[in-house]
């Protein structure tokens, strides 16, 4: 499945709202696949290399 996503404004609450969609996309696919998601084997090592790509792409930080 594929979709393409368009936002009138980019601002930090659209961002969010759009993520906020992803996540629970993602809670009630688990939920129909009967496993927790978000305890899945690398989940941890994804969500740490996102946080320091972000803080880099934010505040330019390494």
Do not use: W
Request: a negative charge.
């Amino acid at each position: 499945m594929s979709c393409h996503i368009t936002m009138e404004k980019l601002t930090p609450f659209h961002v969010g709202a759009l993520m906020y969609f992803f996540f629970l996309a993602i809670a009630y696919e688990g939920a129909l696949a009967n496993i927790n998601a978000y305890d899945q084997p690398g989940v941890e090592d994804y969500k740490k290399i996102l946080h320091e790509d972000l803080r880099e792409y934010i505040l330019g930080e390494k």
